[in-house]
């Protein structure tokens, strides 16, 4: 596994925690920062020991305060049409594995962007969701107005967009922004439990119900049925099935091989 200088890496018992390690510039997401997030996601993929992937910042104080801004400023508007941020949480979002956001302290931004890329978000009432972009003279650009508008309805999206408003952890659990809420000393047990249940599920029906949700979110729902039904067809073919079925009728715990 390569060596980062902005996150730090630490895999055990089958989840892989990637801690974003600027806590000085609040864990800013700068270029680097992507550059290190992108190889350890391209590991993640490629480890069949790795199920859950987490996030989380270093500190306690921030999650991720979004872009770094000395580097917003000097981007020219050509930049802007490069993958970039955008293309990194499009990554995080088509990854085969399971991820969390564990949220303490800021996700502004960027960094709320972040958030929302992951499968599921678990946060804290310390925890501050907010996309001020409009504030800079932009917009959210890493897919905020989408998967925000998607995650808690278009009208609550456009409502923070355009207001700024920063909510916090309770706010964002009631309006569906976030999957759970914990108390900030229960926060690792709470990832911990939720990645748990993960991975006792069948790991192959785990990669294909998320590519039918995604894939089938935003389509016709006649397509997105039958994208169901073949990776019901390709989840048939599996061992783990055999044996996830066979462990149902003689009531005991499956034990998936991931083939």
Request: hydrophobic share 45%; proline share 2%.
């Amino acid at each position: 596994m390569a060596s980062f200088t902005n996150i730090v890496v630490i895999k055990e018992a089958g989840i892989m925690w990637i801690t974003l390690n600027r806590p000085e510039t609040r864990n800013a997401l700068d270029a680097k920062t992507l550059l290190e997030m992108d190889s350890a996601f391209t590991d993640a993929e490629l480890d069949k020991d790795v199920r859950v992937i987490v996030l989380q910042g270093a500190g306690g104080k921030s999650f991720a305060s979004g872009a770094d801004i000395q580097q917003l400023y000097e981007r020219e508007a050509l930049e802007a049409l490069i993958p970039g941020m955008q293309g990194m949480y499009t990554k995080i979002e088509n990854c085969s594995k399971v991820t969390i956001a564990a949220v303490m302290g800021f996700a502004l931004g960027g960094g709320c962007e972040l958030a929302l890329a992951c499968d599921i978000r678990v946060a804290t009432k310390q925890a501050k969701f907010g996309l001020p972009e409009l504030n800079l003279g932009i917009i959210p650009g890493a897919g905020g107005t989408q998967r925000l508008s998607r995650i808690v309805g278009k009208g609550r999206a456009l409502d923070m967009i355009l207001t700024g408003k920063i909510i916090d952890g309770e706010e964002a659990e009631r309006i569906g922004l976030v999957t759970y809420f914990a108390d900030k000393t229960e926060l690792v047990e709470t990832v911990e439990r939720v990645a748990s249940d993960v991975m006792k599920k069948g790991p192959i029906a785990v990669q294909l119900v998320k590519a039918a949700v995604h894939k089938g979110f935003d389509i016709d729902a006649g397509t997105a049925m039958w994208i169901e039904k073949l990776s019901q067809a390709v989840a048939f073919t599996t061992e783990d099935k055999k044996e996830g079925t066979l462990a149902f009728l003689e009531k005991r715990t499956a034990n998936f091989i991931n083939r």
